[in-house]
Nanobody, 122 residues
């Protein structure tokens, strides 16, 4: 099991940028796949981006392709989500998740952080 803590959320104007961090405990963090999800009020939690443990391959939801970049620094036990060209519809609580499995459904992921709020004003 791994504990996850997100940070870096905040209020930003449309077109701006934020970088979220997901810090993990445990020496085996590099063996986990990591993903970012988000949940807007009244909506289901949705997959945003993920990075695989074995080959570092990154996967993105269509809604964020070309604007968001996920990366990891295993030496720091941290995964990042760089978010550029933010839009009001990106407003949500952002969660990171870790698991040995990988998929776009929340059911796959066993370990979750507490979330960080991102608000994009128009």
């Amino acid at each position: 099991q791994v504990q996850l803590v997100e940070s870096g959320g905040g209020l930003v104007q449309a077109g701006g940028s934020l970088r979220l961090s997901c810090a993990a405990s445990g020496r085996t963090f590099s063996t986990y796949n990591v993903a970012w999800f988000r949940q807007a009020p009244g909506k289901e939690r949705e997959f945003v981006a993920g990075i695989r443990r074995n080959d570092g391959r990154t996967i993105y939801a269509d809604s964020v392709k070309g604007r968001f970049t996920v990366s990891r620094d295993n030496a720091k036990n941290t995964v990042y989500l760089q978010m550029n060209s933010l839009k009001p519809e990106d407003t949500a609580v952002y969660y990171c998740a870790a698991d040995w499995r990988f998929g776009a459904t929340t059911l796959i992921w066993a370990n979750w952080g507490q979330g960080t709020q991102v608000t994009v004003s128009s």
